[in-house]
């Protein structure tokens, strides 16, 4: 075995003692009551369970978007817990992958640029243009929709637009895809296709999947399946042995693409680099794919300016002229005005007596 040999040997995921309980105003709900999962790299699971017995919750704590209230998590044998945002991100960007149930793709953006998105939001995406687009290509004809990739969302069927987002998923080559409810928004005809399309991800090219279903005939596609009810396993079947170790660390198993995001090899600064340039370069691409809309954003903010320093100098000119009128007239101008009463401050009219007191 290789120095990642040593990896190898944990499991994807173990989860001890997990829950995680929200407070709601004063009402606690606890949505995972003392879950306890272990997840070996190759796995096809199903999580099912009716609505609000915890699946989602389950998952973002899997997909390291949440923290457990008490209990233990560890991906690939670290102690999620332990771990900074950064680290956080990092891993859910290069080990993981999701799918949710709206499809979450950008509209009147193409195929191809959704899929090779999450390569901007890699610390290692690093990568020219043409890298990123050859590799979105990859992705895209893995999912068998090398002819879609110009389409932008709006021209794709729901069962192709889950298809860019499983290939947009892939592209960072995770080592874990979870996907929550992939086939909610489906037909039964696009539903199955989606699960023998994640079938063949895991059975060809190693990927460990996780995904939630409500259907029975959905979860027949995976090779366990995970019962959940009110936050907690009632049952864990597994309907097909667990494969050998060797079968999945072959070469054409995206798994073991080599890259190392355990904390300890690189420097917090490093990291925190990596991360503000990779927040520069998508915040470059958002202003690119707008271009019109960045345009006429800064077209508005030049107007909004240019208007203020008008105001303000005519305001000032203004001014100006009132000063020097005041000035010409001279200070020493008394206006001496016949008969007028000044009472409280205010002058009462001219010539006039006030009647004080109704006297
Ligand atoms: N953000 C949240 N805030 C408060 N309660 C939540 C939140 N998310 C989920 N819950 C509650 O936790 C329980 C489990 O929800 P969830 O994990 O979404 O279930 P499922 O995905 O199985 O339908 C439900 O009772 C739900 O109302
Ligand atoms: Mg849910």
Redesign the pocket.
Known sequence: MDARGTHMSEPIIRVVDVTRT?H?GDVD?Q?LRGINLTVEPGEFIAIM?S???????LMSLLGCLDRPSSGEYYFEGVNVAQLSEVQLARIRSERLGFVFQSFNLLARTSAIENVALPLFYAAAGTSSGTERIERARTSLKLLGLADRERNTPGQLSGGQQQRVAIARALINDPILLLADEPTGNLDTRNSHEIMETLQSLNRERGVTIIVVTHEPDIATYTDRVIT?RDGQVVSDIRSRPLRSRPELSGNSSPVDSGRNWRPATTSATETARAFAMMIVAAAIQALARNKMRSALTMLGVFIGVAALIVMVAIGQGANEAVRKQIESLGTNLLVVVPGAITMGGMRSGQGERLNSHGG
């Open positions: 929200y709601v709900v949505a369970g609505s609000g017995s915890g699946k989602s919750t959940m």
